[in-house]
């Protein structure tokens, strides 16, 4: 098989760069990679070692309930905001590296925000901030 032909067979599970979102929070900005699908989301961040400041993952959910992040294989330590379908804070909750914890959103989510630990704190960004750029708002 011709060399080509094999690497476009491959491209689809090599992980393509993916487009980042511009997101706002209140006076705050971040650029976030968009995990739509459930292997997207399933991947998540993991084995990242680092995370550009300013940056992130936005998961969205297929359906609107309480959801639960882990940790298993993310080396990071992340800060984690639950989001309704307004784009509005309903959770944050701080994430350990490589835990297999499982924590759960209090409230029904649509999406869930990944950034580096502390982020949201540094921002000022609490329950209740509404998150402007997420796709089809």
Same mark, same amino acid.
């Given at each position: 098989?011709?060399?080509?032909?094999?690497?476009?067979?491959?491209?689809? !599970?090599?992980?393509?760069?993916? @487009?980042?979102?511009?997101?706002?929070?209140?006076?705050?900005?971040?650029?976030?990679?968009?995990?739509?699908?459930?292997?997207?989301?399933?991947?998540?961040?993991?084995?990242?070692?680092?995370?550009?400041? +300013?940056?992130?993952?936005?998961?969205?959910?297929?359906?609107?309930?309480?959801?639960?992040?882990?940790?298993?294989?993310?080396?990071?330590?992340? !800060?984690?905001?639950?989001?309704?379908?307004?784009?509005?804070?309903?959770?944050?909750?701080?994430?350990?590296?490589? !835990?297999?914890?499982?924590?759960? @959103?209090?409230?029904?989510?649509?999406?869930?925000?990944?950034? +580096?630990?502390?982020?949201?704190?540094?921002?000022?960004?609490?329950?209740?901030?509404?998150?402007?750029?997420?796709?089809?708002?």
């Amino acid at each position: 098989m011709p060399v080509f032909l094999l690497l476009l067979m491959l491209l689809p !599970s090599l992980g393509q760069a993916q @487009s980042l979102l511009a997101l706002r929070i209140g006076a705050a900005e971040l650029q976030a990679e968009y995990a739509v699908t459930a292997r997207e989301r399933e991947r998540g961040l993991m084995e990242r070692t680092e995370l550009p400041a +300013n940056r992130g993952m936005l998961f969205r959910f297929d359906d609107f309930r309480r959801h639960c992040l882990w940790m298993k294989d993310t080396p990071l330590p992340l !800060s984690a905001a639950f989001l309704d379908e307004a784009g509005r804070v309903v959770d944050l909750i701080d994430l350990e590296p490589l !835990s297999k914890a499982i924590r759960c @959103s209090r409230e029904p989510a649509r999406y869930a925000l990944e950034v +580096n630990r502390g982020w949201f704190a540094e921002q000022r960004i609490g329950v209740g901030a509404r998150v402007q750029g997420i796709p089809g708002q």
